[in-house]
């Protein structure tokens, strides 16, 4: 399902599913579940109910307005087909 490993700043929405990424603050974190959300096909809102949050929650997410918790990016994720995983650096 997962391609090779991009940037973020090399994804585009019309992506047919997302390779990996690699995230390494908030606001890409946020850059990504908004990704996800379009290669999904999917509106904020529609994610909010499948959720059970406001809208609103999901936008602040998306632009990294409100924190979230391990348990809330898992479960945000996974309702989008993505798993969390955090891996070696290659330095």
């Not at 348990?71 to 650096?89: E, F, N, P, T």
Request: glycine share 8%; with cysteine.
């Amino acid at each position: 399902m997962l391609g090779g490993c991009v940037k973020m700043c090399g994804m585009s929405y019309e992506d047919p599913k997302l390779a990996r990424l690699v995230v390494q603050d908030g606001k890409q974190f946020g850059r990504l579940l908004s990704a996800a959300r379009h290669a999904n096909g999917l509106h904020q809102q529609e994610v909010a109910n499948l959720l059970n949050v406001s809208r609103g929650t999901i936008a602040f997410r998306e632009r990294n307005r409100r924190q979230i918790t391990v348990d809330q990016a898992v479960k945000h994720l996974d309702v989008l087909g993505y798993d969390l995983a955090i891996v070696a650096r290659d330095d």
